[in-house]
């Protein structure tokens, strides 16, 4: 059984590599310049902007394409699921923030050097669902969210590296410009810091 499912896993992977590269072909055909995509993932250090709290550790996965105009200048779209939020602790109680997104990065990508590019873009995210866990003592409460903005707008930056191999390794800074929760309900601003390290895989 273990084998016919290697079988079948390693023919799936041939057949989604025949068609990437097909695809691949076609768009640069039409588009007349370099276009690259494929799968990527990474780790977030989230945290909120009002200070308060401590920043934690969470992930992000996804997949991007780029269209690499010429040796200077490319233009790259992820469509990313990215957990974000923060921790903190208060009168003895430890409580955790969690807020799942799908983010839609749009990055401008400057070639400054070979293989190495400075990203700069909007970001478009929507707010699928957060939880918030408190725990007292040996008791420990989960809820869901209330009053979460369903959409997010941030500004990112960042440098990219390309290794010749077509791994991909970036550093990205994402600076929220929109509050995460109703200002009115959190009580002042509220919006997402979020650094994040990530890799990828250029078809």
């Known amino acids: 059984m273990k084998k016919f499912l290697l079988v079948v896993i390693a023919m799936v992977m041939l057949g989604s ?14 588009t007349g310049t370099e276009f690259y995509f494929g799968p990527k993932f990474g780790f977030n250090v989230a945290g909120i902007s009002d200070g308060l709290n401590k920043s934690k550790l969470s992930f992000l996965m996804g997949a991007f394409a780029e269209f690499k105009f010429n040796d200077l200048f490319g233009l790259q779209t992820e469509l990313i699921y990215s957990r974000q939020g923060d921790k903190g602790k208060y009168h003895g109680e430890k409580y955790w923030m969690r807020v799942n997104y799908l983010n839609i990065p749009v990055l ?7 293989g190495l590019s400075v990203d700069l873009g909007p970001q478009l995210g929507f707010a699928l669902n957060g939880k918030h866990k408190v725990k007292s003592g040996g008791t420990e409460t989960k809820s ?24 991909v390794v970036s550093a990205r800074y994402n600076l929220g ?4 929760i109703e200002k009115d309900h959190f009580g002042g601003n509220n919006q997402n810091r979020v650094f994040q390290l990530s890799a990828g895989w250029k078809f």
């Open 17 to 30: 590599v025949h068609a990437q590269t097909a695809f691949k072909s076609k768009v640069e055909g039409i």
């Open 108 to 114: 401008a990508k400057f070639y400054v050097w070979e």
């Open 144 to 167: 869901d969210m209330k009053h979460l903005n369903t959409v997010d707008l941030s500004f990112g930056m960042g440098l990219s590296y390309d290794l010749p191999m077509g791994l």
């Open 177 to 180: 410009l929109t509050n995460v």
